[in-house]
């Protein structure tokens, strides 16, 4: 049973890895792209606007992508499934038009805060329209997720991603529009995405508004959403406070070095952690009433921490390299300084996501808010202490910091309500000295021959922690090489 569970999950996880990872490689590609014909200065604007977005879809939102699944694999009919799904995309259509559209009237009020700058306002109204658009696209994406149509996702997700590409290259290199250009084509991106996302689901829903279903969505989707704004402070305020803390000549700069850093970073969560989450909450569910469901989550957290160390070492070793490979302005390549950081904090989000099955099981979500809120307030607190003694380096260790907690908060609530034998001290250790060995190979920056065995070391003693066993390795190869051959 564990066996079929770790397959079933590594299945989807690798059928949406596949269009996670193949639109946000591509994605990345776009970096020489930006670096080429935007400083650092420019590119720290791009990341702000790009940070506005993430609140705004938050909120508009509410939880409901992630909390429908819940209500939706409690019931076992297929009409029944299809209002469900229906009554989430009516409720967002209109919520999130009344939240979004006073915020349109007043974009030049308040956009030279949010955003400042020349044409802040109309950056602004870019983004809130997009957000919008953003948010249909990711109930679209549930719909798909929903119907275990994992192979129409990352279909989807590679075309989407092929749009927004050609679409930059036209308003950046070819319009030479900045980054201004780069959200112009991007909100075009995201309407056209949403057409043909609509396309696919649109039979898959009934148009039906049911008001048992929304309030029973809401009742998991709203601690959920909270939780979510917490975890944008934790993860997102950081570009704000570099961009206030900082003298004005290099705030903007440090922003962008720290943004470019956090995208070499968010390989990992784009390759492990995101495709496995999109598999991870209808797993949960499915398997919450198995006998050997405690044993099947030990297992999961486990394998996830094994591959997730290995590709944390990975990108921490080699980010100078790859910094140098994709920019062509070598102002660029400091951002290599927060990557291990940064990295880290990815890697304990997906270790925090597998310790939600706790909380969630036992419909005990308030203490994600919980651990979320602790963790943004203490963020705030480290940046304010550590940034303008620091920069960038300092909202990367403040980051840090704050993911360790909220982790602990997060581990030791959820064993209260449904307790878990984790393999902790294992699973502690393991992250902690590949995280001690980036970190000093990150100050002495070794040569490049010595990182690679290094990293083959660490790749071949990785068995030995007793957190996988070669059989288990083994088994998710072939089912990668199977999945390849198909």
């Known amino acids: 049973m564990i066996k079929e569970a770790v397959l079933k999950l590594g299945k989807h996880s690798l059928i949406y890895g596949l269009g996670n990872i193949g639109t946000k490689i591509i994605s990345i590609l776009l970096l020489p792209l930006y670096t080429a014909f935007l400083t650092p200065a420019d590119y720290g604007v791009l990341q702000i606007c790009n940070v506005l977005r993430s609140i705004i879809l938050t909120i508009i939102i509410m939880g409901t992508s992630s909390a429908l699944f819940k209500v939706y694999y409690n019931d076992e009919d297929e009409e029944n499934r299809k209002t469900i799904l229906g009554t989430v995309v009516i409720f967002y259509l209109f919520i ?35 957000a919008y658009f953003e948010g249909l696209i990711t109930l679209g994406l549930a719909v798909l997720r929903a119907n275990e149509k994992s192979v129409t996702y990352a279909i989807f997700s590679i075309i989407r991603i092929l749009i927004f590409i050609g679409l930059n290259i036209v308003f950046v290199a070819t319009l030479k529009r900045n980054y201004i250009g780069v959200k112009e084509a991007t ?42 704004l917490a975890s944008w402070v934790l993860n997102m305020t950081d570009r704000y406070m570099l961009k206030f803390l900082l003298p004005d000549e290099i705030a903007l700069t440090q922003v962008g070095l720290y943004s470019l850093g956090a995208k070499i970073s968010s390989f990992l969560h784009f390759v492990l952690v995101a495709p496995f989450m999109l598999s991870w909450g209808a797993l949960m569910y499915s398997y919450q009433n198995d006998p050997n469901a405690k044993n099947i989550y030990k297992s999961i957290l486990n394998i996830f921490t094994a591959i997730g160390g290995i590709l944390f070492i990975l990108i921490s070793l080699f980010s100078p390299e790859i910094l140098n490979l994709i920019s062509q302005n070598k102002d660029y390549v400091v951002a290599y300084k927060v990557v291990p950081y940064l990295t880290f904090s990815k890697l304990l989000f997906g270790i925090y996501m597998v310790f939600t099955v706790g909380v969630t099981l036992t419909k005990n979500t308030k203490y994600i808010s919980y651990a979320n809120i602790i963790a943004a307030i203490l963020n705030i607190i480290l940046n304010l202490l550590f940034i303008p003694k620091f920069g960038m380096t ?50 002495y920056q070794i040569h490049l021959i010595l990182k690679l065995v290094l990293f083959l070391t660490i790749v071949s003693l990785t068995p030995l922690t007793g957190l996988v066993k070669y059989s288990q390795i083994s088994s998710f190869w072939k089912m990668v090489m199977e999945k390849v051959r198909k």
């Open 96 to 130: 999130a038009a009344i939240i979004i559209l006073p915020l349109i009237f007043l974009r030049d009020l308040i956009s030279p805060f949010l955003i400042g700058g020349e044409r802040s306002g109309y950056l602004l109204l870019l983004v809130l329209v997009g």
């Open 394 to 443: 300092g909202a990367a260790l403040a980051s840090l910091i704050s993911f360790i907690i909220r982790t602990i908060i997060l581990y030791s609530n959820a064993q209260k309500h449904y307790h878990i034998n984790y393999d902790i001290i294992k699973v502690s250790s393991f992250v902690f000295v590949l995280l001690g060995i980036s970190v000093i190979q990150n100050y």
């Open 187 to 228: 909100l075009i991106a995201l309407i056209i995405s949403f057409i043909i996302i609509f396309i696919i689901t649109y039979k898959k829903i009934n148009w039906k508004f049911n008001n048992v279903y929304i309030k029973e969505i809401l009742v998991i989707g709203i601690p959920l959403a909270i939780g979510g």
